[in-house]
């Protein structure tokens, strides 16, 4: 059971995300959110040191809520379309809490959060399966940044207009742009798992030209060590 201290600490975050969601962020003021929380502004200062600090956990708090939404399917019967229901969700929960979600991303300071590192490594994970089945266009970090980057931007670009220019053929051409930067149309290796991967990569040896002839024997000798199981 939470303590005391903690339910405290919840009932003042939620009061500030309502200020926060119907007025915006200044209508959070230390004053306001102790009142709507039932409490004396002292209190504020103890439990979160100071403003910045109590928005801090605010955006601690909404990181938290969409880890939550987060479905994580380790063998997706089409990686495609899982990468395409991430993206998905990520301008869903944008798109339902505006607010809470312009305060999450416009300081990247608060992108260091506990709940934000736990959500990209999510992320990571779906990156190095796509990887590991050949369908990776870019390296894993990169394509990482890529679709993070236009998930946030389309949130945010939507949210910046005004309603009778919100067109959302910006979120499906985005999401469909961000598929072609960082994926191919069809896996560069059939088989999953090292040999696969090994193989493919034997099969487009000879055309790299990074490699000296000394550097390319070494690695094709042990690519074809991995495509062999050995």
Avoid at 48 to 72: I, P, Q, R
Avoid at 206 to 225: M, V
């Amino acid at each position: 059971m939470s303590s005391r201290s903690d339910r405290t600490r919840q009932r003042v975050i939620e009061a500030a995300i309502g200020l926060l969601t119907h007025g915006g962020r200044d209508a959070v003021t230390t004053r306001a959110v102790a009142e709507a929380a039932g409490l004396q502004p002292p209190a504020i200062y103890r439990l979160f040191g100071d403003k910045d600090g109590l928005l801090d956990a605010v955006a601690e708090h909404g990181f938290a809520s969409f880890l939550a939404t987060k479905h994580v399917d380790p063998d997706p019967q089409d990686p495609i379309e899982d990468l395409r229901a991430g993206w998905d969700l990520a301008i869903e929960f944008g798109l339902a809490n505006p607010a809470l979600y312009t305060l999450m991303y416009t300081e990247p300071a608060r992108t260091g959060s506990a709940a934000f590192k736990a959500g990209m490594e999510i992320l990571m994970g779906r990156m190095r399966r796509l990887a590991a089945g050949g369908w990776l266009r870019v390296d894993e970090e990169l394509a990482a940044q890529i679709i993070h980057a236009t998930a946030r931007g389309a949130v945010l670009t939507w949210l910046s207009l005004p309603e009778d220019r919100r067109d959302p053929a910006l979120f499906t051409t985005l999401r469909e742009s961000m598929v072609a930067a960082v994926t191919h149309e069809r896996p560069a290796v059939r088989d999953a798992g090292p040999a696969g991967a090994a193989r493919a990569l034997r099969a487009t040896l000879p055309e790299q030209t990074a490699l000296s002839e000394a550097e390319q024997r070494l690695l094709g000798e042990w690519l074809k060590r991995l495509a062999h199981g050995g």
